[in-house]
């Protein structure tokens, strides 16, 4: 199996694009260590270097990783259909 094959794809709604591309513009090297953990190992908590986290309450089931300590990015992973789909791209809630 070729590693492209083991990657997760990444889902993203409309609306969500523009705040995505914004980061793009402002944090592209976070950004983009961001997409390389989403698209390899979205649920590996070591792996996130301390910035993945389960969200509780109203928003449990989603996980949350830290792009930088303003920029945050929320998706749940279909292990199934391997996509992550992201909920939440933006700057701190």
């Given at each position: 199996m070729?590693?492209?094959n083991d990657k997760y794809r990444i889902e993203i709604k409309k609306q969500l694009m523009k705040e995505w591309q914004v980061l793009e513009g402002?944090?592209?090297?976070a950004l983009q260590r961001c997409k390389e953990f989403l698209e390899k190992t979205p649920e590996d908590?070591?792996?996130s270097g301390g910035k993945l986290k389960k969200l509780k309450g109203r928003f449990?089931?989603?996980?949350?990783?830290d792009i930088t300590n303003n920029a945050r990015v929320w998706y749940i992973v279909d292990r199934k259909q391997r996509i992550v789909r992201i909920k939440y791209v933006g700057h701190h809630p």
């Open positions: 070729s590693p492209s402002e944090i592209p090297e908590r070591l792996k449990k089931g989603i996980l949350q990783y």
